[in-house]
T-cell receptor
């Protein structure tokens, strides 16, 4: 099955700096890669996703890049703000898994702290 | 439009007992997935329900079972609770089984003592 590795496990940045979180996946058939933000006491919230037919996607201060050959994808947050502090998870899935379920395999998470 | 609601928010059970967790999917969503999130870990897929049928299962033993009702709400049942079952249980709904626009609930924190 799919295995997703995520680094770093913790990340501290000064407000206004950029933050980068990296993930690698093992299953070359995976073609959907979402990123989730989880705040304390809440469920994960989808912040951005990318499909394998796209190399990069951007939404305001957040961007995701995908390298299918190397099987890795990254989350970039620019101009970080204190409210960006949370745990971020990457995930991978295969949308074309046939009759099977479209399960997400998550990384272990990155705790991002933005220091004011 | 309401989001995904889960109940209860917290509960404590004794090893060997049985527990039922409940989830109301977001309006218009017919697919519900359940995930287990151990402390400090990413969520792990338990199973998915699509139009009242189980639509795939992760690497969890049969004592983890579920149901989906005609209104697309869902239950997760765990029998013979073990200490390692202590975790946050997350329910996520999506528009259909091929749409990854998952909306997660805030979860049920289960502690087994």
């Amino acid at each position: 099955g799919e295995n997703v590795e995520q680094h770093p496990s913790t990340l501290s940045v000064q407000e206004g700096d950029s933050a980068v979180i990296k993930c690698t996946y093992s299953d070359s058939a995976s073609n959907y890669f979402p990123w989730y933000k989880q705040e304390l006491g809440k469920g994960p919230q989808l912040i951005i996703d990318i499909r394998s037919n796209v190399g990069e996607k951007k939404d305001q201060r957040i961007a995701v890049t995908l390298n299918k050959t190397a099987k890795h994808f990254s989350l970039h947050i620019t101009e970080t703000q204190p409210e960006d502090s949370a745990v971020y998870f990457c995930a991978a899935s295969n949308e074309n898994s046939g009759a099977g379920s479209y399960q997400l395999t998550f990384g272990k998470g990155t705790k991002l702290s933005v220091i004011p | 439009e309401t989001g995904v609601t889960q109940s209860p928010t917290h509960l404590i059970k004794t090893r060997g007992q049985q527990v039922t967790l409940r989830c109301s999917s977001q309006s218009g969503h017919n697919t519900v997935s359940w995930y287990q999130q151990a402390l400090g870990q990413g969520p792990q897929f338990i199973f998915q329900y699509y139009r009242e049928e189980e639509n795939g299962r992760g690497n969890f033993p049969p004592r983890f079972s579920g149901l989906q009702f005609p209104n697309y709400s869902s239950e997760l049942n765990v029998n013979a609770l073990e200490l390692d079952d202590s975790a946050l249980y997350l329910c996520a709904s999506s528009l259909d089984r091929e749409n990854y626009g998952y909306t997660f609930g805030s979860g049920t924190r289960l502690t087994v003592v």
